[in-house]
């Protein structure tokens, strides 16, 4: 069982939620983004989702657009990210996914991707633009090397679909609660609900929800229903706003603290 699913799972068994937040690597820089994870971790977060900046981020809002932007002027890397977790690894074995699109992933080559990602110590993979019929090329060296490669589904999927891939998920299983991009619109827990219960019961391995979740008030809605509630374009607004300031890392522990006091 992968260290993802094992972390999630001893979560669940003490009746607990998971808090997953996303942030860009590099943005502003990854010697601060370094230091921004070993804040996350300290204040409480149960998983990690690294964004590597691309160039067309077609699933993202402006916030995480922009952040990205800013990623690729401070010359941020795949191979700067995988280094990055390399040494947040020496302190700290909270669960990291990279999460991003496919091209940089091709460009670097798939097999020695998998290899330098599980050398460093990167535990789950995401790209949301490699549907699972086109992942064969990648898949089998994830496999390989113990990496997770994260499944994600939308309010349009279908059911059969969604039965299909939810039986086949690893580590967990990434329900966006609305459709558009990310930071576009506020989520509702409520018409969510049945679409998170439903793929509980069809699903091994547990359920996280994100897109649109910005306030501890909406985390804690949604984790009641998710076994795990992704706060992503909030948080990376907030970086955006405090970039540069000294209280940078005490406003994102203040508010990751708030969330994960929420679920």
Not at 21 to 48: C, K, M, N, R, Y
Not at 70 to 86: F, Y
Not at 198 to 211: E, N
């Amino acid at each position: 069982m992968s260290n993802i699913t094992t972390t999630l799972n001893t979560l669940k068994e003490r009746g607990e939620k998971a808090l997953v937040t996303f942030i860009t690597a590099g943005d502003p820089d990854l010697a601060t983004s370094e230091q921004i994870v070993h804040t996350l971790i300290e204040s409480g977060v149960d998983l990690i989702e690294l964004g590597f900046p691309f160039s067309d981020p077609m699933a993202d809002g402006p916030t995480i657009q922009l952040a990205s932007e800013r990623a690729l002027a401070s010359g941020t890397t795949l191979r700067g990210v995988i280094d990055m977790v390399a040494r947040v690894r020496q302190h700290s074995n909270v669960p990291i996914v990279l999460m991003g699109y496919y091209n940089p992933v091709f460009c670097y080559g798939s097999e020695q991707f998998a290899r330098d990602a599980a050398a460093a110590g990167i535990d789950g993979l995401l790209l949301v633009d490699l549907p699972p019929e086109e992942a064969e090329e990648l898949h089998p060296f994830l496999k390989d090397v113990g990496i997770d490669l994260i499944t994600l589904l939308a309010p349009t999927t279908g059911e059969k679909r969604s039965a299909r891939l939810a039986a086949d998920s690893e580590g967990f299983l990434y329900y966006v609660s609305m459709t558009g991009v990310t930071g576009s619109k506020q989520v509702d827990a409520g018409a969510i609900a049945d679409a998170v219960n439903d793929l509980k019961k069809q699903s091994p391995i547990p359920v996280a929800v994100g897109f649109g979740i910005s306030t501890p008030e909406a985390a804690g809605e949604v984790a009641e229903i998710a076994d795990a509630v992704v706060v992503g374009s909030a948080l990376v607004k907030l970086i955006a706003e405090f970039s540069g300031s000294l209280s940078l890392l005490d406003e994102v522990r203040s508010f990751v603290r708030q969330l994960k006091a929420a679920i």
